[in-house]
């Protein structure tokens, strides 16, 4: 019964070291020391009303009161004139003559002055900081990210770890390869929010231990 029970015992205790191993390649949380943090800077344009009062000069106007005289008097005149039906058309013509008269000789009245408003659209540029390119170091390789706030000395960075993967290279001379390693991946965390960050120089980060386990085998395979 024993015997029996290995084959099946073999699977689960695989699985079982399958699930630890993934377990700790998870992401965990590290810290980085931030190398530069360079403003993002764009010219944004923005209308703004601009008014001003100014003092401008009003033409007199005219009250009708020279018209109004005029007539009176003309429409007097022309009645004092003749009889009749004559006296009649001298009065409407006194009356006509006499208020296009006065009318002249009131001109235009005194002007005067008004305060005026005036107002027009006046396009400004304003710089303002929309974001941060900010450089980190991790594990010796430099990490470049966009935050929309200024990060300080340093950065809080979610780390997945490098792992092997399962599948070995034949290197031709009968011998395996290590197994390739998967680099390390840094996304960094601010408050809530988390963003991706990307490397910026041309090398692979791995873990320490794995890079000098390859070392030792290196030198172990040259001296064989």
Do not use: F
């Not at 084959?7 to 949380?29: D, F, K, N, W």
């Not at 764009?42 to 020279?66: F, L, N, S």
């Amino acid at each position: 019964m024993k015997s029996l029970n290995k084959p099946v015992l073999i699977p689960v205790l695989a699985a079982l070291i399958g699930v630890s191993a993934s377990g700790l390649a998870q992401a965990r949380q590290e810290r980085a020391r931030v190398l530069s943090s360079t403003p993002l800077v764009e010219r944004i344009a923005v209308p703004r009303e601009v008014c001003r009062d100014e003092t401008v000069v009003v033409p007199g106007r005219k009250t009708g009161a020279g018209a109004v005289i005029g007539g009176i008097a003309g429409g007097a005149m022309g009645n004092a004139i003749g009889d009749g039906n004559g006296r009649a058309l001298a009065t409407v013509i006194g009356l006509v003559g006499g208020a296009v008269v006065g009318n002249r000789i009131e001109g235009h009245g005194q002007p005067s002055t008004q305060v005026v408003r005036q107002c027009h659209t006046q396009t400004e540029y304003q710089s303002r900081t929309v974001g941060y390119d900010v450089v980190y170091k991790y594990a010796g390789v430099k990490y470049k990210v966009q935050m929309p706030e200024e990060p300080g000395r340093h950065v809080r960075v979610n780390v997945t770890p490098a792992m092997a993967s399962s599948h070995q290279r034949y290197d031709g001379y009968g011998r395996y390869q290590r197994p390739d390693l998967q680099p390390v991946m840094t996304r960094v965390v601010s408050g809530s929010r988390v963003y991706q960050a990307e490397p910026v120089e041309a090398q692979i980060a791995y873990e320490e231990d794995n890079r000098r386990r390859m070392m030792d085998e290196h030198w172990d395979r040259d001296w064989r």
